[in-house]
């Protein structure tokens, strides 16, 4: 939903259960960007990418 350097607001379907940390791909066919999971509101989440790009 949202992108900066630092992390992302992420839209995630509400059943899904994700670990603290996990890598996301933001672009289709791109390696994914490590992170981390620093909130959650039913289906929002907010992240903070773990390596710097």
């Known amino acids: 939903m ?6 992302a ?3 995630i ?3 899904l259960t994700l670990p603290k940390r996990f ?4 672009v289709p066919n791109s390696p ?8 959650r509101n039913g289906e929002m989440m ?5 390596e710097p790009r």
């Open 2 to 7: 949202d992108i900066s350097s630092d992390g």
């Open 9 to 11: 607001r992420l839209v």
């Open 13 to 15: 379907a509400s059943g």
């Open 23 to 26: 890598g996301v791909a933001l």
């Open 32 to 39: 994914p960007r490590e992170c981390e999971r620093v909130w």
């Open 46 to 50: 907010g992240v903070r990418f773990t």
